[in-house]
């Protein structure tokens, strides 16, 4: 619309020196001219609305598919790289989406609506200028390749140092106690100064984009048009206000396509932006069913069946499981670290699926881990991510079955209390039980447990084998085993060596199991 306004305008202006040149008032023609200069005013907010609300929508979509994508794959990317996809990455495609694309169209679309107008004054002039427009597509093009590289090792320096950053602030403890906090800080910046040189040769390339429009096709198409209409107007085959016509149409002509080279460098990072997207889609597979169908396995119960897993770097994690573990039995998995126990746990969470055979599982599981993630806020909301919909009362029935609620009473807050960032405000075994607590709440048949209270004090230690024992009363129980301790009380032990199950015995017999024999 603001094309054809500008178009019109400009045949308004050319029709203004003609009436001038031949004496006429040109009353009636300003007050048209001030018209579409008015009106043409009204429609130039519209652009950046529209452009600002659709790089909103594509942002907020893309988000919300990312986490979709991310949840669904599971843990296994870094998390550094996924927030800078998340945050500037979605950025970056919704500059491309509100802003490149709609100069793109624009600038291919609008110049041959314009030279449709010039034809309307002098068809000869409209053929040599509209002939003339390829070209600054053509320059893009050659520069397209060199930008396209360019700016796709600044997107992947701009997560890496993302990336690095998050490290930084979650292990921050940890630096410091090894007084190496200086030493990150120092690598930090100079992955910074990398991504600054980085950004200002991306930065040149666009100049020189900007350089070439400007100059070979900008300063060309206004010197043709200004030709055209001398030549023309030499020949009689135009008048001077159609000739001061046809120069403002050609200027008009070259304004869109300008836009491209002056937004190159923003289509150039949104496509690669839009590349690191599409990698997170493609690695997430469709969301697993843990849950096997009605009559399929028994509830509580877990089935492999030649169940095989290996990881993408190659390395074969379970070779040919095969067993069965009943509901209502404690079966704990042993053996060394590396030998293939969290990998079962995980098929068992669904969090994997094997590459060969079959894991069925009757009922969805509920994990419970060494180091248990709590979420930043508050008691009850850590505990309402496992049941939404429950009450106070029963959130303090789970807090009392946890050994926990005693604590939280003491606290001023009470459910409202704050956890800190990762459970940081509680103890390691407040964290394990508020943990237990949160589990207690999901009606799951199935506790895997990886060894909860290996890095707890014994007093802790006692008390989170008490809220356990209430946890998993009536529940199949899979306790991946790292010590002894662990073991006290389970059914049968399944010995896993190497990703293979070399025995399923009683836990007395396990001395004898795991100085005996090894498969080669």
Known sequence: MRALLNAAAALAIGRIVDLVAEGDPPGSTLLVLAGLLLTRSLFAALPPLVATS???????????????????????????????????????????????????????????????VIATV????????????????????????????????????????????????????????????????????????????ETMGLLRVN???????????????????AGMAAWRLA????????????????????????????FFYVGAIGRAAAAQIREVFAAAPPAPQVVAPAGEVGE??????????????????????????????????????????????????????????TVRVGGRPVLITQR??????????????????????????????????????ARAEGLDSQVGERGLELSGGEVQRLAIARALLVDVP????????SNVDLESEARIREALDRLTRGRTLIIIAHRRSTIAGVDRVLLIDSGRLEADAAPSQLEGLASGRRRP
């Open 235 to 262: 020949a009689g085959a135009i008048t001077v206000g159609e000739g001061v016509s046809v120069l403002l149409l050609g200027v008009l002509l070259i304004e869109p396509l300008s836009q491209i080279g002056r």
């Open 54 to 116: 659709t790089a909103t929508r594509v942002e907020t979509d893309l988000r919300r598919r990312l986490v979709d994508s991310v949840l669904a794959t599971g843990p296994g990317r870094r998390t550094g790289i996924l927030v800078g996809r998340a945050t500037e990455g979605v950025q970056a495609v919704g500059g491309l989406a509100g802003t490149f694309l709609p100069q793109l169209i624009g600038g291919m679309s609008i110049p041959l609506l314009l030279g449709l």
């Open 122 to 197: 002098d068809p000869l002039t409209a053929l040599v200028l509209v002939l003339v427009l390829p070209l600054i597509p053509a320059l893009l093009r050659l520069l397209e390749r060199r930008f396209a590289s360019v700016s796709a090792q600044y997107r992947e320096t701009a997560d890496q140092l993302s990336a690095r950053f998050l490290d930084g602030i979650q292990g921050l403890r940890t630096l410091k106690v090894l007084d190496q906090a200086g030493a990150y800080g120092d690598q930090i910046a100079e992955e910074a100064e990398r991504l600054r040189v």
């Open 372 to 409: 248990p993630f709590l979420f930043h806020g508050t008691v009850a909301e850590n505990l309402r991510l496992a049941r939404p919909d429950a009450t106070d009362e029963e959130l303090w029935a789970a807090l009392g079955a946890a050994d926990l609620a005693d604590l939280v009473t």
């Open 207 to 225: 100049q020189l984009a900007l350089l070439a429009v400007d100059t070979l096709f900008t300063l060309g198409t206004v010197v043709a048009a």
């Open 300 to 357: 509580g119960t877990v089935e492999f069946a030649q169940a095989s897993y290996t990881y993408p770097e190659g390395a074969q994690a379970v070779d040919r499981m095969t067993f069965r573990i009943d509901r209502g039995e404690k079966v704990a998995l042993v053996g060394r670290s590396g030998s293939g126990k969290s990998t079962i746990a995980q098929l068992i969470l669904g969090l994997l699926q094997p590459d060969k055979g």
């Open 446 to 453: 199935i506790v895997v447990l990886d060894e909860p209270t």
